[in-house]
């Protein structure tokens, strides 16, 4: 096993390192953009082919995606170190690193769709990799959602085929009027965002190695990468209603994260709260910021998976965080880690997430998106710091509920990723800030003392009210944790009432139009009679010694006598 | 000709008793065809009296040997065994080859009334194909009725013809097209009643009735060319005859085209809950079926294109379905869903290609399906936007069984049915499986001899 982890995470820092060098001394950084473009057919009198696209955007996200895999290998050697078909999964990971890489570098919507439908595919045989019938249903939802996404963008290739180009500066070119919202409403679907976000809490049914890339890095991001380079198709209304849908996804996320108790979910529903807020700042316009959001994001999100991943291997498999607790003394790397990257999401001063939640609240506050959203997004982030406490607190406090009072350790896989994300969590927002002078983003606003510390008040209230009301059992809170844990009853919608109505209707479709009017009307005896009937009476007429010896004269005066 | 030498030579040697000399034949028989593909897409080439070659007509004739040699390679459990069921003296085999020398020249010859009678002749062995080689009773009244409704409505296109032939004195394609043809005549109703032959071949959604009912009881070449072979003519006659008969866009064409769609994606809608699974496949190529016969009759360039890349793509990756269920036939012993689960955990690889093809069939880039697919719903979507959103859940809709096939074979605890003693597991499917793969996916690099 040890082999084929480790020829595994060395080929992905292979590549990684291999990138990254060709990155510092193409001039890339600088901003060179090599494109190639393969002609693939010279049937129609637009251009139909491939370009791949390797500008500085498209060089660190493959980074990004590359060190996140080197890393996740190394934790599922960890994680499913009792696996016996490991070369099973890991070959999965790479079919599905493949296809995020083609989606990243191909921004060509004939090239995209490889990655786009390699990605919902490949992420339904990695949900579905434990065979039982949860993960089925989770499969299912995921996949389908996501190809409601790939339907979209089909729509979108066919309105692209009578404009000129099908690329990402097409709109250059010729550019029609749906195409921007049925992009924007295909990325929605593998993003997450509001009538489809019932698929993410429920994919945690995949091993955790899977939701670590998959979930939090990769698949999710994927729409958001898709919207921040088509972004020129989205016109004034389309960004309004990207705004609309990311503002609820965001606030829907977070209040449903206060009150969700597996581990796994609360940090899946963290993550659709940031791809929400990545959505909401491209609505605004800024592409620049939800592109560093969304590398910053990945790294440390990646961590807390990890995190998470180790206590509930080390608890056994248990994912409720009922039954947990007390990680601040058993686990204690896992924990100072998890509480870094906690800090990191809430956006604490001068760790990763901080740069680009401030750059994100900063231009926000100096754009026109209304008082309204920015009242909104200030209740998100305080429902994101709610969340975030509410989990280290679970994870931590000691309730005396876990059986295992001590905890060893001491797996060099783990530790060796651990490791390699800390170090790329915590700083690596500096880092990307150094390299790239883009994410520089300079926001001219007058910084007053007295609003800022308002802001930081009226947070600090909120989340002490929300804690109140979380911890109390009253008859009112029935009714409300029922709401919130099943996320507005999104995932009952989506998943139950759809699929069960479909399918319903479809039976009974079949036993009426298909079994009933075209199995036996048309075909066994409706047509059959009017076809036999006349033949039968014939035959009939013709048993019959006065019958046969009229009908034969007929005929013969008819034939006589026809002209 | 001196392939044609070549080829008659090795047919000598192999009669003979030679049997390597099979893998020669086929492979002379494809370098015949490369040889014939360098006509222009346009055109149409009378290249003798009864041969007439253009790029669809030699497409189709290398769809029709490529599923004749898949379907041999895994109908050889009927072969091998050393018992060869023989009904009067013919055997599964040769009414294959009857089906594939029907097939090879229907889509070549170059004169209505040897168009028709190919249309017909193919009939017949696929008839003994369903009929023969099982007593239920079932199988008795699916042969029938794919005889039956598919003569019975192709009796108008003969009358029709047979009319056309007295009028202008001669039937061969191009020469009665160059001649005059169909001047002076609205072409409405008439082209609706001489391609009703067509439209149940193809099958269009209310006349579809056959189809699972002859896939089901059929064996599995049976299958693999019905599906592969068979509702191609229908296609095929029908870019033939919008070529011949000089029909417009009208609201009887946009009636069958509307009719045909929404068809399409009630059968996709009807695969999902169906419990045995060659019926499901069986439907599924009703949709494909479906897609490509709206867009052809939007009347777009793309539409013809597009319509001629879904048969070829849906006819190399529907037998190959049919081969994977038959080889869980194998070892469940039923072709009910809820017996034949869990192979993932068994046979990793065949659970592979299971997958593979499932992707495929649903449209998965960059194959030729993708490519056939996008194309469908993109000239739909120029038509008219609500047929292109039609297209769409047509799409969304064959995802969804896609995946309910894969899982409902593949996900789980393994049947208890599957441990038999004396499984004769044999890769020949996988052969054929991955050589149809490879064509699917190759075919991107080549998109310009698919498009036709």
Redesign the interface.
Known sequence: MSVSVGAVALSYFFFFLFFFFLMLVSGVLKGSVLVLEWEMSEKFFMEMGFCMVLDWVACMFVLSVLFISGCVSIFSGFYLSHENFLKRFFFLVQLFVLSMILLILFPNYLGLMVGWDGLGVVSFLLVVYYLSSNSLSAGMITALSNRIGDVCFLLVIGLMSSMLSYSMWGVLLMSGFFMGFLMMLGSMTKSAQVPFSAWLPEAMAAPTPVSTLVHSSTLVTAGVYVVIRFSEYLGELEKYLLMVFSMVTMFLAGSSACAEVDMKKVVALSTLSQVGMMMFVISVGANTIAFFHLLVHAFFKALMFMCVGGVIFYSGSCQDARLLGGAWFKLPLTSVLFLFSNLSLMGFPFFSGFYSKELIVGVCLSSNCGFLSFILLVVCLALTACYSIRSIGLVFQDMGLSSLSFYSMENSYYLLSLLLMMNGAVMMSIVMQSLIKEFLAVSFIKGSLFYSLLIMVVVFLFNLVLFFTVSMKTMFLGFSKEFFSSMWFLSLISGNLISVGVLTTISKYINYVEMGWIRTYLWQSGVKNMFMGMSNKVLKINFNMVGLVMFYSFCFLVMVFWR | MSCVLMLSVSCILWGLGMNEVGWLIMVCAVALLVVMMDCP?NFYILKSEWLGVDEMSVLMVLLCLLVSMMSLVSSTKEVKNGFVVLMSGWSVVEMVMFICLGSVLFFSVCSWMDFFFFFEFSLVPTFFLILKWGYQPERLQAAV?MLL?TV?SSLPLLMSLIYFWSNIKSDNMLLSKMVGGWKDFNMNWPWLIMSLSFLVKLPVY?????LPKAHVEAPLSGSMLLAGVLLKFGGYGLIRLMWFSEVTNSTIVLFVLVFSLWGGV?SS??C??QSDLKSLIAYSSIGHMALSLSVLLSFYS?GK?ACVCVLYSHGICSPILFSLAANSYEFCQSRSIMLSK?I??IF?IISGVW?FFC?LNM????SLN?FS???S??????LQWLL??MG??M??MT??YC??LY?LVN???VSSMVFKPGLNLSYRYLVSSVFGGVLLLGG??C??MF?V
């Open positions: 897409f009725f409704y019975g209310g006349a579809h009735a056959w009630l809608g009807v999902s809950c793309v294109m869990g993932s955990r990793p997958f992707i449209g998965f880039p960059p993708f697919e996008v194309y719903v993109g000239g739909l979507l120029s292109g959103l769409g859940l799409c969304l995802g969804a995946l309910i899982s996900h789980g605890v991107t690099l998109l310009d498009f």
